[in-house]
């Protein structure tokens, strides 16, 4: 008993000095990301949080003075997949790595976001029946690993042959059938909650078919509508959020109506699926760079050619669908949805696709803390947010490329990067 309570006082009183220690950060140039304006301003972090946002540095501060780097808070993607090797896109790629093999790159894959100034990450789901993203979430949360904040869908609910059918055998050779199989609104209930016993923030539905997978054609509705009604309505009820996969009009179309809260890609939106989406509220992650990047690579790391095929194809409607959602004022957030040292030039292509550079920061910011409901702790620098910061070299609204030149990422009040 007594070694017990020696054990409460020693961390009671640990806890009490890291709480108390207070760190100044000289930010000679602040970008507030919601009107684009720059001063020379202290942020004051006392333990995990922003104190507030001052003029000068308290007495006793310890000071940390990030010269003409520009300022930003912690950025967030919204379409990452951690849980898997970026270098190999052969269509058996998830069989051939255990769930401890996906894990570890998953480790790697948040690393190598962090380090490039991503402090927040939405997992858009993965193809590990054992959940690697999940584990990897509560590890960061507990601490045992540096890593950044994690929002984590599941296993993507798929029809039989469609996108997230990871089967690509022949019909004779045997495979598991995996929780996320449903061509019933029976079957979409159930999966829903597996993936919900499991942990996961967020349930992904493949509304459509989809590019990166030898069997489905991203023109086509998948989940019928019942079946995305389903999902929704089970999801919701516990609690949790909706991203729906949807490139194909229809199947755009029919997500929305049925409700679910982002639409990931919209790779071939249409006028009225814009209109619909303004209307409803619903967010869209165009992760328009890796549609780009996917086309580049041709045939090496083991993309197959109809993969090729249906990336050329798609790329035509990209631009088109891109100018549908800003005529309508669509609420858009940053997505990579590609290996995580190609992230920055997401916000090139944001960029040339017509966002304005503030845009395609707001995008990676506020934007996504709003579509992660974290607007009141992470996507803008403020008194009781987590002091989550990062410094770039140079001045992103003039050029956007200075986003790739990351010299400084604190997280929750600790230094993670500190390149001068
Ligand atoms: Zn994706």
């Known amino acids: 008993m007594r070694l017990f309570f020696g054990f409460l006082f020693t961390f009671a009183a640990m806890t009490a000095s890291a709480a108390d220690q207070i760190t100044a950060i000289h930010a000679h140039r602040l970008l507030d990301v919601r009107s684009g304006s720059v001063s020379d301003a202290y942020i004051v972090v006392r333990g995990e949080r922003i104190e507030s946002i001052a003029k000068s540095a308290p007495a006793g501060a310890k000071v940390i003075d990030l010269g003409d780097a520009t300022v930003l808070p912690g950025l967030i993607d919204c379409h990452v997949h951690l849980v898997t090797d970026w270098t190999d896109f052969t269509a058996t790629s998830f069989l051939r790595q255990s769930s401890p093999q996906k894990t570890l790159f998953g480790l790697l894959n948040s690393w190598a976001y962090l380090d490039r100034g991503f402090t927040t990450l939405r997992d858009a789901g993965e193809g590990d029946p054992a959940y690697g993203q999940v584990a990897l979430r509560d590890a960061f949360n507990k601490g045992m690993f540096r890593g950044p904040r994690l929002f984590v869908a599941g296993f993507p609910l798929s029809v039989t042959g469609g996108h997230a059918d990871v089967n690509p055998l022949a019909p004779d050779v045997a495979m598991p059938v995996y929780s996320n199989i449903a061509d019933t609104v029976g079957e979409t209930q159930k999966a829903v909650r597996h993936d919900v016993r499991n942990g996961v923030d967020w349930i992904k539905l493949m509304a459509t078919g989809g590019v990166t997978d030898p069997l489905s054609d991203f023109n086509v509705q998948e989940l019928s509508d019942e079946q995305m009604r389903a999902a929704v309505e089970t999801g919701h009820r516990a609690g949790k959020k909706i991203m729906a996969h949807a490139e194909g009009t229809a199947g755009i179309k029919a997500a929305v109506r049925a409700g679910v809260d982002t639409i990931e890609h919209g790779t071939v939106l249409d006028e009225e699926g814009a209109k619909l989406m303004a209307e409803r509220g619903t967010w869209l ?136």
């Open 285 to 420: 992650v165009p992760t328009l760079e890796t549609f780009q990047r996917g086309v580049e690579i041709g045939l090496q790391q083991g993309q197959d050619q109809i993969t090729l095929d249906k990336g050329k194809a798609i790329l035509k409607y990209q631009q088109t669908a891109f100018d549908w959602a800003m005529k309508y004022h669509v609420k858009i957030a940053f997505g990579l949805d590609d290996e995580p040292k190609y992230v920055a030039r997401e916000f090139e292509a944001l960029v040339k696709a017509g966002l304005t550079p503030l845009q395609s920061i707001q995008a990676a910011t506020i934007n996504a803390a709003s579509l992660l409901d974290q607007s009141a702790n992470i996507g803008s620098l403020e008194a009781g947010r987590y002091a989550d910061v990062v410094a770039v070299d140079g001045d992103p609204l003039k050029d956007i490329k200075a986003m790739a030149k990351v010299v400084f990422v604190m997280k929750g009040g600790e230094v993670v990067v500190k390149g001068r």
